[in-house]
T-cell receptor, first 114, second 113 residues
Framework: KAGVTQTPRYLIKTRGQQVTLSCSPISGHRSVSWYQQTPGQGLQFLFEYFSETQRNKGNFPGRFSGRQFSNSRSEMNVSTLELGDSALYLC?????????????FGPGTRLTVL | EDQVTQSPEALRLQEGESSSLNCSYTVSGLRGLFWYRQDPGKGPEFLFTLYSAGEEKEKERLKATLTKKESFLHITAPKPEDSATYLCAVFNAGGTSYGKLTFGQGTILTVHP
């Protein structure tokens, strides 16, 4: 069974630009969660999508947005990039997004903002 | 606000020297406690889920246990390949909690040959 895939693996952008990251979940999984990982803050929850609907959102500014497609693939977008947005962005998929299904993580997208 | 605290921040062991990692948590209603392993430059790898106090799970040299306030990850006779960051996370029952894991800061484990 193929794991969670994320593209691209690395990105370098400059302040003010916008970026779109992509995540393909494990086949059959309908829930996709996104996390930001930084050395200072650790792993922080961004949002979760299930059947193309955002069901939960973390404490991040509106510059961070996402969507999910009918095939469960998900994208997240960050607009007007700031230096502090440099991080490893991880997506995780699970069957339903509740506590009884494990979340499986992708390898992440390393975003560097210059 | 859910809180997860892991200790120690870093742990250095000699190969074969058993030890334990600690994860203490404060949540409004625990629905699950998860352990992950993360290697540098990679995404977290799922290890265990624990749901109720007294529950234990084992996998190779790792054993996870859960009480009402904390969880332990016991590592028996570790090998250098066990070197990684070990992350603990909780899933609570309060509010809108879909898909949200709250993570601790992790314990960096280094096992020397």
């Amino acid at each position: 069974k193929a794991g969670v895939t994320q593209t691209p693996r690395y990105l370098i952008k400059t302040r003010g630009q916008q970026v779109t990251l992509s995540c393909s979940p494990i086949s059959g999984h309908r829930s996709v969660s996104w996390y930001q990982q930084t050395p200072g803050q650790g792993l922080q929850f961004l949002f979760e999508y299930f059947s193309e609907t955002q069901r939960n959102k973390g404490n991040f500014p509106g510059r961070f947005s996402g969507r999910q497609f009918s095939n469960s693939r998900s994208e997240m977008n960050v607009s007007t990039l700031e230096l502090g947005d440099s991080a490893l962005y991880l997506c995780a998929s699970s069957y339903s997004g509740n506590s009884y299904n494990e979340q499986f993580f992708g390898p992440g997208t390393r975003l560097t903002v210059l | 606000e859910d809180q997860v605290t892991q200790s120690p921040e870093a742990l250095r062991l000699q190969e074969g020297e058993s030890s334990s990692l600690n994860c203490s948590y404060t949540v409004s209603g625990l629905r699950g406690l998860f352990w992950y392993r993360q290697d540098p430059g990679k995404g977290p790898e799922f290890l265990f889920t624990l749901y109720s106090a007294g529950e234990e799970k084992e996998k190779e040299r790792l054993k996870a246990t859960l009480t009402k306030k904390e969880s332990f990850l016991h590592i028996t006779a570790p090998k250098p390949e066990d070197s990684a960051t070990y992350l603990c996370a909780v899933f609570n029952a309060g509010g809108t909690s879909y898909g949200k894991l709250t993570f601790g800061q992790g314990t960096i484990l280094t096992v020397h040959p």
